[in-house]
């Protein structure tokens, strides 16, 4: 495995970076989807596809035809690629729900596409079986949830990223690095599943609850600041790290 991904927030795409070059190489990705296929609801299966110049949106192409536009040699696109074959389903989901919103009222943007963007593109799911420990992290106590109960959260939370520019940025992490973080409780059974097995019921479950329209602005989800989770950067290690109000902000007042 190339160094470039060793953090742990890459864990979900390990069986994949796994069988790639070190690179960002499109056509490896698709020949990977003909071995290992992603199918929409319609049993089209998902394919890579170079960028079009039809002039068709994004999201009805992949939705009409199964192809998704990847252009060559590049970080974001390829993760993209990555999250399809990880994470099906939410795709799925996601593509199914940006569709229906166009349609309505036939526009482009609007709150609830701007929210699966938000996700699509930085989503991460944090897993919980210490209740305490979600609230912790709803209320913006970073210090009292990443210090004062760190070996709690080491060994109770997990966290699952989605999004694929979040999955890019993780190349080169940076000061207030910010994920769009959806919240599940988690029991021992879920944490006694095998990695694949895991990601699988994250899967089916973030599917659902994308496809529900619970999430129907950007602040809906909850903002985690990345390089405070343990083991992310060497300098979590260190209490006074988390005294940075810049990156590890108080919470936000939520209206409406």
Not at 18 to 30: G, M, N, Q, S, T
Not at 75 to 102: C, E, G, I
């Amino acid at each position: 495995m190339s160094a470039r991904y060793a953090s742990t927030l890459f864990a979900p795409l390990r069986r994949w970076l796994d069988r790639l070059p070190d690179r960002p190489d499109a056509a490896a990705v698709d020949a990977l989807a003909r071995r290992f296929p992603v199918r929409l609801d319609s049993g089209t299966e998902v394919r890579f596809v170079p960028p079009q110049a039809d002039g068709l949106a994004y999201e009805c192409r992949v939705w009409a035809s199964g192809e998704v536009e990847t252009r060559p040699d590049n970080w974001h696109d390829f993760f993209n690629a990555l999250v399809w074959l990880s994470f099906p389903r939410t795709k799925r989901a996601v593509t199914a729900a940006h569709v229906a919103a166009m349609r309505p009222a036939g526009e482009a943007r609007g709150s609830v596409r701007d929210a699966l963007t938000h996700f699509d593109e930085c989503g991460i799911v944090v897993l919980s079986r210490r209740p305490e420990l979600l609230d912790l992290l709803r209320a913006f106590e970073w210090k009292r949830l990443f210090v004062g109960h760190r070996d709690e959260v080491i060994a109770h939370m997990r966290f699952v990223v989605f999004g694929h520019a979040t999955y890019e940025a993780l190349l080169s992490p940076f000061r207030g690095l910010t994920a769009k973080a959806v919240l599940y409780d988690a029991d021992d059974a879920w944490f006694a599943l095998p990695e694949d097995a895991r990601l699988a019921a994250v899967d089916a479950r973030l599917a659902a609850d994308l496809a529900s329209g619970r999430y129907v602005r950007p602040r809906d989800f909850q903002p985690l600041p990345l390089l405070g989770i343990p083991g992310v950067t060497p300098d979590s290690e260190s209490p006074d790290y988390y005294d940075d109000a810049w990156q590890f902000r108080p919470g936000r007042r939520r209206s409406g």
